[in-house]
């Protein structure tokens, strides 16, 4: 293969030869480079149950081969939607499918995956926004009453790391408020997996089991969250009351909640678009 001194056995095709290039001509994506780490998102429920990442080892007009964990094995033909990471130096995605397994030096497990013809680059900003519904709980101190604090809880949606927008059924009377979001559970998990080794190996004697000193430590950061309200407007009312809409920003960016949007956006892919009633009616 070109570029490269690994050995790879591939596997055979229907007719039980090795697979041979169909694809003359063809244009690798400029994207796709030898080295770049992936996150892999399967639509199956028992291979989507953990985040899979694996490196880019070698790649053809016919397959990429990605290195994944022995126990990894989908299907020939499974969907997969490949993302790159966050702090890839282009952040982009593409879908394809399983074409098999193998190793490569016989000791390195890899995954046989279909060269896409193009792929999906996506604008890295703090601004982009995904339709996540989160509950939280707000808190803010009134102008013309100093000293007296009120906490109420409330729908933070349209996140972003740089804002979102919060309903309450109680407008403010001030412009700075501290948010707790609760972040998915998923995406606590997900995250608490990619630490747990580094807190093991930073601190080899703890007691404490380090997955759920890594789930606290997650949702830690997702409290009192220092923001302004930029623009607020009475969005519904029903028995209860007005529910007001509140257009909100952070105070610093939130890399965090940065994070939290790509999750869900990874959610999104994997389930494919869909919209659902605005469940701002349990707000407050």
């Excluded at 993302?83 to 016989?106: D, H, P, V, W």
């Excluded at 080794?197 to 830690?220: G, M, T, V």
């Excluded at 923001?227 to 407007?233: E, Q």
Aim: aromatic residues 8%; proline residues 7%; hydrophobic residues 35%.
């Amino acid at each position: 293969m070109p570029g490269t001194s690994h050995k790879l056995i591939l596997p055979s095709s229907k007719g039980g030869s090795a697979m041979k290039s169909t694809r003359k001509g063809f244009k690798i994506p400029r994207a796709l480079k030898i080295g770049e780490r992936f996150t892999l998102a399967f639509q199956d429920h028992d291979l989507s149950k953990f985040p899979h990442q694996g490196r880019l080892q070698d790649l053809s007009p016919e397959y990429l081969c990605i290195d994944a964990p022995a126990e990894l094995r989908p299907p020939r033909g499974t969907p997969v939607t490949i993302s790159s990471l966050r702090n890839s130096a282009e952040e982009y995605t593409f879908s394809s499918k399983i074409l098999g397994n193998s190793c490569l030096n016989g000791n390195l497990p890899v995954l046989l995956l279909k060269t896409p013809d193009t792929i999906k680059h996506k604008q890295r900003r703090s601004s982009f926004r995904v339709s996540v519904t989160l509950r939280a709980r707000v808190e803010w101190e009134e102008i013309d009453k100093p000293g007296e604090f009120f906490e109420k809880p409330g729908v933070f949606t349209n996140m972003s790391g740089g804002g979102g927008q919060l309903f309450l059924r109680q407008n403010p009377a001030t412009e700075k408020l501290d948010i707790s979001i609760v972040p998915a559970d998923g995406f606590v998990e997900e995250w608490a997996r990619r630490q747990r080794a580094n807190l093991s190996a930073k601190r080899p004697f703890i007691r404490r089991d380090p997955y759920a000193e890594a789930c606290k430590k997650i949702r830690a950061q997702f409290r009192s969250i220092n923001a302004r309200i930029v623009n607020s407007k009475i969005h519904t009312e029903d028995a209860r009351g007005p529910i007001f809409a509140l257009s909100i920003a952070f105070v610093k960016p939130q890399e965090n909640c940065y994070r939290l949007v790509r999750y869900h956006e990874r959610q999104t892919l994997q389930k494919g678009a869909f919209s659902s009633p605005h469940p701002v009616i349990t707000a407050a």
